[in-house]
């Protein structure tokens, strides 16, 4: 079981910066593929990044290709989106996804057995 616990969302302006975290407890989360989604009011849940187990292999949704960037430190059992140039569209509640994988994961929501509860990222223009 793993429990995870996004936080650091906000209201920022478009152009601007914010550092998502994502705090995971329980199975040895080196061994754990993680990702990031995003849902905007009346969208379907969509990727935005992922990271395999040990950092090493990283992808991207097009969309954010070039401005976010996503990391993780297992010694502390965080994951972090670092989102730069922020847009309108980039407006939506951004979870972190996890799942017991030797490989980097997909980008299909069904692939993650775990989820947080989501944290609010609002761009104004």
């Known amino acids: 079981q793993v429990q995870l616990v996004e936080s650091g969302g906000g209201l920022v302006q478009a152009g601007e910066s914010l550092r998502l975290s994502c705090a995971a407890s329980?199975?040895?989360?080196?061994?754990?593929?993680m990702a990031w989604f995003r849902q905007a009011p009346g969208k379907e849940r969509e990727f935005v990044a992922a990271?395999?187990?040990?950092?090493?292999?990283?992808y991207y949704a097009d969309s954010v290709k070039g401005r976010f960037t996503v990391s993780r430190d297992n010694a502390k059992n965080l994951v972090y989106l670092q989102m730069n140039s922020l847009k309108p569209e980039d407006t939506a509640v951004y979870y972190c996804?996890?799942?017991?994988?030797?490989?980097?994961?997909?980008?299909?929501?069904?692939?993650?057995?775990?989820w947080g509860q989501g944290t609010q990222v609002t761009v104004f223009s």
């Open positions: 329980g199975r040895a989360f080196s061994n754990t593929a």
């Open positions: 990271i395999s187990r040990g950092g090493m292999s990283k």
């Open positions: 996804a996890a799942k017991p994988a030797l490989r980097i994961g997909g980008q299909r929501v069904h692939e993650y057995d775990y």
